[in-house]
């Protein structure tokens, strides 16, 4: 009797052993999984959580995201962690098909291995759900895909994070975080007419999912030159700070990713951000007296009541826009988006508000709004370029072809 409780009990201690290192796995993947931001394009709107379906619009067409729950036929409940590697590493499907960057595949290469096995361990443990995958609504030649095997070529240098000996720990993880897990540049850096990132550029502003993404970069007028550290972590744990609320896309990015993540991640986020230079290159802004002043009177008549007649908005609850990078951005995509469709701001766990800002296109013209854009890039000391009809007619076109995709 002696030799069978010794045996139980090490049989429970060795698979008590085993559980631990396999829930820590698991756990770790689920955090991994936040930080990449999965759920957010892997979720479709009244989906079930990683089930994909979510329609993600890129300048070629429509691309669906996949399932990438356990379910065996559906999802990728057969993958093995080498094809979930393979994928994650290089852009290669179960199947040995190309998957198209939408999947960032060019920023999840830098990936450790044992991060990724983490996150498989993650996905491993969902519930499975059966929900076929959509076909991508992409024309010709794009729909082929092995068009991609070229693309990759010209575009997408594979291989893992290597750290930066002369930089400290801290700033290597917010390197990690922002050019790999987190994939920052895929909006926020410029890309040319294949899609390729102009890395000559890097995070100082693109477009993703039809919105302008701002400069990350430290440039004081339209990027992070004057956000201390700990404004960078404020927002990117609740969605807004001093000077500036998260909206749109990047607003489901701080809702589903960053507010999930440490202390400590997130100030290294922000030390990498930090170091990252700025052109700080002020343009011009407009100097037609008449021209300001229609604009100053569409501001305090549609929009003073919450951002107060000297821009300065309201502490926490609506953000200034005098000094404001999206009002003061290279291109005034994001500012014009939010004029003409309105905008939600990130609701978090620590400011779970969410208030909106109304739309104001269906009552205020393409004139009124580069009049009233052009006012608001000159206002309070602020130094942007000013705007054009045809920049709200193009944003006006992103707008609907954002609806379209839903």
């Not at 969410?354 to 309070?380: C, H, N, S, V």
């Amino acid at each position: 009797m002696r030799e069978i409780a010794l045996l139980i009990v090490a049989t429970l201690c060795t698979a008590s052993a085993w559980a631990e290192p396999m829930h820590s796995a698991i756990e770790r993947g689920r955090y991994l999984a936040a930080a990449g931001d999965c759920a957010a394009c892997h979720t479709a709107d009244g989906g079930k959580p990683y089930a994909g379906g979510r329609p993600v619009p890129t300048p070629f067409g429509v691309i669906y995201s996949t399932n990438i729950t356990p379910d065996k036929e559906t999802g990728i409940g057969r993958w093995t962690e080498e094809q979930f590697y393979q994928a994650m590493h290089e852009g290669i499907s179960a199947d040995g098909k190309h998957l198209y960057p939408a999947f960032p595949y060019p920023w999840y290469t830098k990936l450790s291995r044992d991060d990724v096995d983490a996150i498989k361990a993650f996905l491993d443990a969902l519930p499975p759900v059966r929900e076929e995958n959509k076909q991508t609504a992409l024309p010709w030649p794009f729909s082929v895909r092995e068009v991609m095997a070229g693309w990759n070529t010209l575009y997408f240098h594979k291989g893992e994070f290597k750290p930066d000996p002369g930089q400290s720990a801290e700033w290597n993880r917010g390197a990690y975080l922002v050019e790999g897990l987190g994939h920052c540049s895929a909006c926020h850096t410029p890309k040319n007419i294949a899609g390729g990132l102009k890395t000559g550029q890097k995070l100082e502003g693109g477009y993703g999912e039809n919105w302008y993404a701002t400069s990350l970069t430290n440039d004081v007028r339209d990027g992070l030159g004057d956000w201390t550290l700990d404004d960078i972590v404020q927002y990117l744990k609740t969605g807004a700070n001093a000077k500036a609320a998260a909206t749109g896309p990047m607003a489901e990015v701080i809702e589903n990713s960053t507010q999930h993540l440490n202390d400590a991640d997130l100030r290294a986020i922000a030390a990498y951000l930090r170091s990252v230079p700025g052109r700080n290159e002020a343009k011009s802004p407009e100097t037609d007296k008449q021209r300001l002043a229609r604009g100053e009177a569409l501001y305090i008549d549609q929009c003073s009541g919450c951002h107060m007649e000297d821009g300065s908005g309201q502490p926490q609850v609506f953000p200034p826009l005098k000094g404001n990078a999206v009002v003061q951005a290279r291109e005034p995509g994001a500012m014009l988006h939010m004029i003409i469709d309105g905008a939600r701001i990130a609701a978090t766990k620590s400011n779970p508000t969410g208030l909106a800002m109304p739309a104001f296109g269906w009552k205020l013209t393409d004139q009124d709004i580069a009049e009233l854009a052009t006012y608001l890039r000159a206002a309070w000391g602020n130094k942007a370029a000013p705007v054009a009809v045809s920049d709200v007619k193009k944003t006006r076109d992103r707008v609907a072809k954002a609806a379209r995709a839903q």
